[in-house]
């Protein structure tokens, strides 16, 4: 099993639809939790962290963790063509005394006008 | 605009080559990861310093690769000798990481170096 699963898409959406990515991961230590977006070609950058059960809004995106499930998933309201990118969800994982962070393989979103 | 830099963001070299990629931390931070792209198998992490200190290099060849840090302002990935598996995109990531590793996730990622070892 992998440290952290996503379904690779893609996911396909209509422009000024719900997307909803999805990621569950295997160590339930976990404390946090990280959603990136990388353009293709280009390097990844933060767009959301989550650190408690629950939602966390920024703008039209929704981050929401789970921890009893070991999910957190991630909800971009009013997509937009500009939103098509890879997400990766990345956790923290507690390994000989510290914190290292892996990453889903990232699901590829593609939002359509 | 403080960023990440890495060098060489491109590189084509021969299997057997020796090859250096290196990185310039945001200045301040305290932590620097190496990750390595490809198409099969994602971002992989290779290292991991803190405050200069490897905390982490299971995710690296020790044959073959090494990762160090001269400096706070440099972070150096060294593969020697080169093999074709080595092609794919290198990543250095710094972040400003607090005592209790909170927020250990919140980093910046440099540009990438795209390796072609042929």
């Known amino acids: 099993q992998k440290e952290v699963e996503q379904n690779s898409g893609p996911l396909s959406v209509p422009e000024g639809a719900i997307a909803s990515l999805n990621c569950t991961y295997s160590?339930?230590?976990?404390?946090?939790f990280f959603w990136y977006r990388q353009y293709s070609g280009k390097s990844p950058e933060l767009i959301m962290s989550?650190?408690?059960?629950g939602d966390k809004e920024d703008g039209r995106f929704t981050a929401q963790l789970n921890k009893a499930s070991q999910y957190v998933s991630l909800l971009i309201r009013d997509s937009q063509p500009s939103d098509s990118a890879t997400y990766l969800c990345?956790?923290?994982?507690?390994?000989?005394?510290?914190?290292?962070?892996?990453f889903g393989a990232g699901t590829r979103l593609a939002v359509h006008p | 605009d403080a960023r990440v830099t890495q060098t060489p963001r491109h590189k084509v070299t021969e299997m057997g080559q020796e090859v250096t990629m290196r990185c310039q931390p945001i200045?301040?931070?305290?932590?620097v990861f190496w990750y390595r792209q490809t198409m099969m198998q994602g971002l992989e992490l290779l290292a991991y310093?803190?405050?200069?200190?490897?905390?982490?290099d299971s995710g690296m060849p020790k044959d073959r690769f090494s990762a160090e840090m001269p400096d706070a302002t440099l972070a150096t990935l060294k593969i020697q000798p080169s093999e074709p598996r080595d092609s794919a995109v290198y990543f250095c990531?710094?972040?400003?990481?607090?005592?209790?590793?909170?927020?250990?996730?919140?980093?910046?990622f440099g540009e990438g170096s795209r390796l072609t070892v042929l």
């Open positions: 990531a710094s972040g400003a990481i607090k005592t209790g590793g909170e927020k250990t996730g919140e980093l910046f």
């Open positions: 160590d339930r230590g976990s404390q946090s």
């Open positions: 989550i650190y408690s059960n």
């Open positions: 990345a956790v923290t994982l507690f390994s000989g005394g510290y914190n290292k962070l892996i």
């Open positions: 200045l301040g931070h305290n932590t």
């Open positions: 310093f803190r405050n200069r200190a490897p905390l982490d």
